[in-house]
């Protein structure tokens, strides 16, 4: 089978979709199928993989390290296009409703091939990245998203709670939820020691984890104003939250650590790759995650399979990641239930260990593999039908 990817954000940027992006199409290829994809170009990154075709594009004035296509001349890139014809594509999957998703409609109907489209991101939540003010950007990326659902064939949710907010932009459309799989045999290889050496944390310490972007639309200010309480309390045993990654909120958030008089507790580690990120969620005794605009939360399948216990703000997509009491506490947005929930698994050694084998289990039908199978039936099942129509 060829597959074409179409998206607006890839490697090198460190985010949810690029990584879900890059281990679909490493899973498929495996099982020896085609996997192109088509991306932005990066400033000074180059590809070792030849099956990457990347388009013009200008880092964006607020995010620097999501580069933008240009908005014109994808459709005149001829090497892309003449790329894009020469394959005989079966499927074109589009992970963006932007322009280089836009790009992958146009070419996929120009070719008649069938349009699937996953729903990674709540982009009318994210509005405060552009240029225009709120009461411009949100009806136009509203209006946006339920043209490019018009588009599309079948639409994949990465939840249920995504699904109803697809359903909403386009209420015919054929659905499928299918959460975004990760490599669990990997998430497990982490060393704890080799972690906590890392940022000389000492075997006894309690250590909470988060790792994602550290943005305003991942409510850290929230997480860290909750967890406060014990960090700054530390008479039972001490404590300390590692951030993993980056992002424009990191000065922000430090500065608010320094207001909470627990910046000696608090480790921005930057971002993490390969086995220095399996480390520090070994490292970890408890996973932390606020973010209220989740469409699923891979992170959250990562801490599930490296066995940490999770406490989750019960919002959208990030709700759905965890059963409440089973693999942690999925909580109201209040500091305080925030607080306690934490607290409370850090201070009973059995709960956390119980906890810590259901995140395990739970992690074990959540694997890329399951969630390739059922892309992989999806699109066999969209191309039968297409060449039904032909």
Request: charged share 25%; aromatic share 10%; hydrophobic share 40%.
């Amino acid at each position: 089978m060829k597959i074409a990817f179409f998206c607006d954000t890839y490697q090198p940027t460190h985010n949810g979709v690029a990584v879900s992006l890059a281990t679909t199409a490493q899973e498929l290829r495996a099982r020896g199928h085609r996997v192109v994809i088509f991306a932005p170009r990066y400033k000074g990154y180059e590809d070792f993989d030849p099956d990457i075709v990347r388009f013009p594009a200008t880092p964006f004035y607020k995010v620097r390290d999501f580069p933008v296509a240009w908005p014109m001349m994808p459709y005149f890139s001829l090497p892309a296009w003449k790329r894009f014809l020469d394959e005989k594509f079966d499927v074109v999957h589009s992970h963006s409703p932007f322009i280089l998703g836009t790009v992958g409609a146009r070419w996929a109907k120009y070719s008649g091939l069938p349009l699937v489209f996953t729903f990674h991101t709540l982009y009318h939540r994210y509005i405060h990245h552009t240029p225009f003010p709120p009461a411009v950007a949100r009806p136009y990326t509203l209006e946006k998203l339920r043209r490019y659902c018009l588009l599309c064939d079948h639409i994949i949710a990465p939840s249920h709670s995504i699904e109803r907010v697809v359903l909403r932009f386009r209420a015919d459309v054929n659905t499928t939820v299918i959460p975004t799989g990760v490599d669990i045999a990997r998430f497990q290889k982490g060393h704890r020691e080799n972690g906590r050496a890392r940022f000389q944390i000492a075997p006894e310490e309690r250590v909470l984890v988060y790792v994602g972007r550290v943005a305003s639309e991942k409510n850290l200010e929230f997480l860290v104003r909750s967890v406060a309480p014990i960090l700054r309390d530390q008479s039972k045993f001490r404590t300390r939250l590692l951030i993993v990654g980056d992002g424009p909120g990191k000065n922000h958030l430090k500065t608010i650590a320094q207001e909470l008089q627990i910046s000696s507790h608090v480790v921005f580690t930057g971002f993490l790759d390969d086995q220095a990120l399996l480390d520090c969620y070994a490292a970890g005794d408890v996973f932390v995650f606020a973010s209220r605009t989740e469409t699923q939360g891979v992170c959250i399948t990562e801490a599930l399979a490296a066995g940490l216990p999770c406490v989750i703000v019960g919002a959208m997509g990030a709700g759905e990641a965890v059963d409440n009491e089973v693999e942690g506490f999925v909580v109201p947005p209040h500091d305080d239930r925030f607080c306690d929930a934490t607290r409370r698994i850090l201070e009973d050694d059995e709960l956390r260990a119980r906890m810590g084998e259901a995140a395990r289990r739970k992690a074990s039908t959540l694997s890329l593999a399951s969630g390739v199978d059922s892309l992989f039936k999806l699109y066999g099942e969209l191309i039968e039908k297409s060449a039904a129509h032909h």
